[in-house]
Nanobody, 121 residues
Framework: VQLQASGGGLVQAGASLRLACAAS????????MGWFRQAPGKEREFVAA??????TTLYADSVKGRFTISRDSATAYLQMNNLKPEDTAVYYC?????????????????WGRGTLVTVSS
């Protein structure tokens, strides 16, 4: 069971980034996926989630209208537009085995290593 997040980097405010989360095949097909982030000194927080089919998505209020979660046959994505300095964090992808969607850290069963996103003002 492996999740691998990528796509982070250093950008200026207003720029865009696309994060990707590659997962092992069986895990990916049977699981809802989520993105979380953790800023220095803060707790890990929910960003976005997508159902197994990709038909349902959820977003944190702080990113609604700017971020888009999606998935294809092997990868989950987080398109981040109009980035703000407060979006600076390590971003993690996660997979959830039983619930159709989940927003809490403790609901997710598998976690990948994070990818750092830094947004300068």
């Amino acid at each position: 069971v492996q999740l691998q997040a990528s796509g982070g980097g250093l950008v200026q405010a207003g720029a865009s980034l696309r994060l990707a989360c590659a997962a092992s095949g069986r895990l990916f097909d049977n699981n809802a996926m989520g993105w979380f982030r953790q800023a220095p000194g803060k707790e890990r927080e929910f960003v976005a989630a997508i159902s197994r089919s990709g038909g349902t998505t959820l977003y944190a209020d702080s990113v609604k209208g700017r971020f888009t979660i999606s998935r294809d046959s092997a990868t989950a994505y987080l398109q981040m537009n109009n980035l703000k300095p407060e979006d600076t964090a390590v971003y993690y992808c996660a997979a959830e085995r039983t619930l159709p969607l989940a927003t809490r850290v403790e609901e997710y069963d598998y976690w990948g290593r994070g990818t750092l996103v830094t947004v300068s003002s």
